[in-house]
């Protein structure tokens, strides 16, 4: 219910939020298509949100036959969560880093990246693949790829209206065309702050500490989460991931840890606290 209520929520603001830039841009023209842009994101975010940001990234399915450790991990962990076995994707990227998607456990994919399994152990990449399973057993996986997806459309409309400001200011016009094209510069700078909120909002930082402790009780190894995470968040450091800030707090660890900007809307929960949580559980 609790995520239900969140998805309502998450989904009624932004869609204000694009009707609004779509007047700012366009006047009542704007508004109208914005209005329409906004109920058919709304509808394809639901039944495809997990499509775009695996799109996104350029995750490629992998198979049994491709990764037969990773599938029986994966096997195992559904089978103890009492879950069907999620598809599995994986990210053409160093980073190592994970992320859960789709709309219901039916439709659950979980996607890691090609660096992960070179520098985690089997029990370190059990602790990540049962942290996911922990999301997707707690239902958290339908918002997260909204939320991502929705605000990406509000950053494409946020940057559209800086264009038209700035065209409008060098068109030069009468005072009214001056007066839509500075809102157009104040709606595009606060708007960044906004999505990121938004999110944070809707993505509470206590369900990574809910995920933690699922997956680390589906793993019977809270240890082998920690030292993931730690390894995790030293190669995120030294080697930021290539990732839209849309979609950051689908991942286990942030993927803009290594940028201060990013940080001050974070949606993770500091990682010594998660670490020191999940060896507490010993």
Do not use: C
Request: aromatic letters at 6%; hydrophobic letters at 50%; glycine letters at 8%.
């Amino acid at each position: 219910m609790e995520n239900t209520i969140k998805t309502t929520l998450l989904l009624a603001v932004l869609t204000v939020l694009i009707v609004w830039i779509g007047k700012v841009i366009g006047g009542q023209s704007g508004m109208a298509i914005a209005f329409v842009l906004a109920f058919v994101m709304n509808i394809g975010s639901y039944w495809f949100s997990d499509k775009i940001v695996l799109a996104m990234y350029h995750a490629q399915p992998v198979s049994e036959q491709d990764n037969p450790q990773l599938y029986q991990i994966v096997r195992e962990l559904a089978v103890a969560a009492n879950l069907p076995v999620p598809r599995i994707y994986v990210i053409p990227q160093d980073t190592p880093n994970a992320f859960a998607t789709g709309r219901n456990p039916e439709n659950a994919v979980v996607a890691v990246t090609e660096g992960i399994t070179r520098i985690l152990t089997p029990a370190e990449l059990k602790g990540v693949l049962a942290h996911e399973l922990g999301h997707v057993k707690n239902r958290d996986i339908l918002i997260g790829s909204i939320a991502a997806t929705l605000a990406g459309v509000v950053m494409i409309l946020a940057n559209m209206a800086q264009w038209a400001a700035m065209l409008g200011g060098f068109r030069g016009g009468d005072d009214d065309n001056r007066g839509g094209g500075i809102i157009g510069l104040i709606v595009t700078a606060i708007l960044a702050p906004i999505a990121a909120t938004l999110i944070q909002l809707a993505i509470s930082r206590n369900r990574e500490y809910l995920a933690d402790e699922t997956g680390a009780r589906l793993a019977h190894n809270p240890e082998g989460l920690a030292r993931a995470l730690e390894k995790m968040q030293m190669a995120s450091e030294r080697i930021p991931m290539e990732a839209n800030p849309s979609t950051a707090h689908m991942f286990i660890v942030n993927p803009l840890s290594g940028q201060t900007l990013a940080n001050l809307f974070s949606t993770h929960p500091p990682i010594e606290e998660r670490i020191r949580r999940l060896r507490s559980m010993r």
